[in-house]
């Protein structure tokens, strides 16, 4: 999940930095790449948000989740304006 999660922040920041013309173009972008990351991890929309949802009634399981997302992140690499933003206590 943290490795799902570390991709998708991932691209969030880069959609955020395709300065589309309109939000439409930007979330279909978004959307197309989304389904890419969730095929890398060999799971869905559907089965990630299922489990998300299971992890917003168990918060410090899903505090670990994002520490572990965020500790893939700082080690992914990649800048943006995501790694600048601590993750909430």
Not at 4 to 10: C, F, N, R
Not at 26 to 53: C, G, N
Not at 70 to 83: A, D, H, R, T, V
Request: glycine letters at 4%.
């Amino acid at each position: 999940m943290a490795a799902v999660i570390k991709d998708l922040k991932l691209l969030e920041s880069k959609v955020d930095h395709f300065y589309l013309r309109s939000p439409d173009s930007s979330k279909a972008a978004y959307r197309y790449l989304q389904h890419q990351v969730f095929k890398k991890h060999k799971t869905d929309s559907a089965a990630y948000y299922e489990s998300y949802d299971y992890y917003l009634s168990h918060k410090k399981q899903l505090l670990k989740i994002l520490e572990d997302a965020g500790k893939l992140l700082e080690n992914s690499g990649e800048e943006g304006p995501l790694l600048q933003r601590p993750l909430p206590k």
